[in-house]
């Protein structure tokens, strides 16, 4: 049975990464209200259902995409039933191909395992290299359900708080496309 802890209010008494404190440090600063539960260890969007159910959202997709080169870098966040297809996504950005990046990069960049990508990672983005890319459907909703940069944290907040709180305070302004 996959455990889910009550829905809490509060930050983790204990933060397991450092991303996961920086996380909850700036919902705090920048008045966010959340709610969150703990998890065992969830690495899927098949794992997500019951979290869905328990914090009553759709937790979105997050994927760690960049170029050929390696040298950009883009956080596509769109819903979990959305198929990735790389080919339409690179048309859309005006790029030749991406494709996913790797662990060692995502750890680098985003300070986070694979399973635990979040739009939170950009904080530790201080060099501004990630893009973040928000699917319309993701904007038009009223909550945005992620993970807290563990797979054994998930949180909801409201959608308009990370596009007109979060986001502006990190310095990464997103594109918004039709995913």
């Known amino acids: 049975m996959f455990f889910i802890s009550n829905i809490l209010i509060s930050t983790p008494e204990k933060y397991l990464t450092q991303l996961q404190e920086r996380t909850y440090e700036t919902l705090e600063k920048l008045q966010i209200p959340f709610e969150r539960v703990n998890t065992d260890e969830a690495i899927s969007m098949e794992d997500c259902i019951e979290i869905n159910q328990k914090l009553n959202v759709n937790i979105v997709k997050t994927l760690f995409l960049c170029n050929r080169q390696q040298t950009q870098f883009y956080l596509l966040i769109t819903t979990a039933d959305k198929q990735f297809k790389a080919k339409d996504f690179s048309n859309q950005l005006g790029i030749s191909r991406v494709s996913f990046a790797s662990a060692d990069q995502l750890e680098h960049l985003l300070g986070v395992k694979i399973g635990a990508v979040t739009i939170f990672g950009v904080l530790l983005d201080k060099d501004q290299v990630v893009q973040v890319v928000l699917?319309?459907?993701?904007?038009?909703?009223?909550?945005?359900?992620c993970s807290d940069g563990t797979t054994t944290g998930y949180m909801k907040i409201r959608t308009s708080d990370v596009i007109h709180k979060f986001l502006p305070y990190t310095d990464h302004l997103p594109k918004v496309r039709q995913i």
Not at 139 to 144: D, T
């Open 135 to 145: 699917d319309e459907d993701i904007v038009a909703q009223e909550w945005y359900g």
